[in-house]
């Protein structure tokens, strides 16, 4: 038995069992391999399966796949850029200036830096609003 990602054409990925690939082969041919979500018999192998076909359609599929990553990325970059460009960072001091500024003891202004995810939580028990966000190394930007 082989256990298969699957997705049908509406993108819905879902799991299924089958003798071996040629009995998928035969059975997503016939139109009996029916997405659960939707009904939508029109399925396809996803690509995180670790047989990645080279057909067209699946190139097309990872080509948007990379695209969407790619835009993800940028998205996270220009993020950063804009919490750079706005915020002072405060490096791993992060904790102790968010507590300065939560308790009134330092000046409210808009800071970032970094905190260990114990740090974090601490910092979340004591009611100090903060928020993780995504980090995209320099390399990345
Ligand atoms: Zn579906």
């Known amino acids: ?6 997705q049908c054409s509406e993108g819905h990925a879902f799991e299924a069992w089958f003798k071996d690939s040629k009995a998928y082969d035969r059975q997503a041919k016939a139109g009996r391999v029916a997405c659960p ?14 047989n990645i076909s080279t057909s067209k359609k ?9 695209n969407d990553a790619a835009q993800t ?4 970059a220009d993020f950063r850029k804009h919490i750079e460009q ?18 009134g003891e330092a000046e409210a202004k808009p ?3 970094e905190a ?12 100090v609003p903060c928020t993780p966000i995504p980090w995209p190394k320099d390399e990345d930007a």
């Open 58 to 66: 699946k190139q097309q599929a990872a080509q948007r796949y990379t």
């Open 37 to 50: 979500t939707c009904g939508q018999t029109k399925v396809s192998k996803a690509l995180m399966a670790p």
């Open 73 to 76: 990325l940028k998205a996270f």
């Open 111 to 113: 800071i970032y830096g």
């Open 86 to 103: 706005t915020c002072e960072n405060v490096g791993n001091r992060f904790p102790e200036e968010a507590r300065k500024i939560h308790y």
């Open 1 to 6: 038995m082989i256990l298969y990602d699957l």
């Open 116 to 127: 260990t995810i114990k740090e974090a939580k601490e910092l979340a028990d004591e009611g």
